[in-house]
Nanobody, 122 residues
Framework: EVQLVEAGGGLVQAGGSLILSCSAS????????IGWFRRAPEKPREAVSC????????YYADSVKGRFTIARANANDTTYLYLDSLKPEDTGVYYC???????????????WGQGTQVTVSS
């Protein structure tokens, strides 16, 4: 069973930065896709950034390009999302996800974390 645990959320002023982490256990060779998603208040969940480990490709939502960076620590399979130049519209619950690359990119990964709240004040 895959377990994902996010950490690093919090309250930050606009223009500030946060680092989210996602620790994973129970992964298999099929879990080469990594994704960070967010659900803002009264909005549907959206993909923020995805990484295909085996193919090496990355995806960023237009709204976060140039401000967010996804990264993975090979040694312990921890995934990070670096959030810079934060805006109030970045507020939401951020979830990490693992699964196959295509499934993660499609928003249907096989495993989800519990989520971590990010609140950006103006």
């Amino acid at each position: 069973e895959v377990q994902l645990v996010e950490a690093g959320g919090g309250l930050v002023q606009a223009g500030g930065s946060l680092i989210l982490s996602c620790s994973a256990s129970g992964l298999t060779g099929d879990d080469d896709g990594i994704g960070w998603f967010r659900r803002a208040p009264e909005k549907p969940r959206e993909a923020v950034s995805c990484l295909n480990v085996s193919a090496g490709g990355t995806y960023y939502a237009d709204s976060v390009k140039g401000r967010f960076t996804i990264a993975r620590a090979n040694a312990n399979d921890t995934t990070y999302l670096y959030l810079d130049s934060l805006k109030p519209e970045d507020t939401g619950v951020y979830y990490c996800a693992r699964g196959s690359g295509p499934d993660v990119l499609a928003g249907t990964p096989r495993s989800w974390g519990q989520g971590t709240q990010v609140t950006v004040s103006s």
